[in-house]
């Protein structure tokens, strides 16, 4: 007489659930998004430096071109700030600066709000370096800033498309995941760009890690002082590293 043993069934799981069908295309897309975003970033975007930065890799000889967004001719009399653009650690990394231009340059060498004023960035530069190469280019350029990075401006809509996407994606979409829809409203208002990456990946319109079944997910109050701590603690860590 044989005896039939019953097959082991899977530990039970919320990877597929049928409410996500177009809301988890929604995220990938997503996903997607802040990737090329990232990409872009790394690729096209410029650390914010200072213009005493490019002064001392200039004096190392680290730096023999340098872009100037913005400024006027010879015969203009007063100040005008201008753009500063060079790339460092073999043309891989870009920079921006601002610094403040005068004629006549006078006696006070630093504005009110740190910047420091040159005659014209030509003439400073040259004297900390002979073989610095100066462009000057037309109309200062303005771009989004983001984690100490200036990105292209046109990013900036970017972002505020995928924002505004995620939020639309939480307030309409199904349940999320490890916490209601106020807690990661929270992570997305007061924790961003963390917030909104760890909704996509941790929130389930992805369906990457699901938790398990029947987990306890965080409530709005929880999830605003969660957010208010992940929030300062970026910002820390930010400013530690510069940005």
Known sequence: MSSRVPASSPAPTVAREPAWGLPRWIGWALLAGVAALVVTGAVAGERASTYDDLRAAVAQGDVDEVTVAGGVDGAFLGRQQVEVH???GFGLVGHVAPVMEANPLGHRRMSTGGVPVVHTVEEDLRSRGAGVRVERTHGASTGAEVLGWSLPSWTGWVALLLWISVFMLIVSGPPPWRANRWAWFWFLVLASPVGLVAY????????????????PRTRGGWGFLLALVVGAAVSSIGAAVGF
């Open 200 to 215: 996509l990946v941790l929130g389930g319109p992805t369906g990457l890690f699901p938790p398990r079944l029947g987990a």
């Open 86 to 88: 060079w790339r460092s």
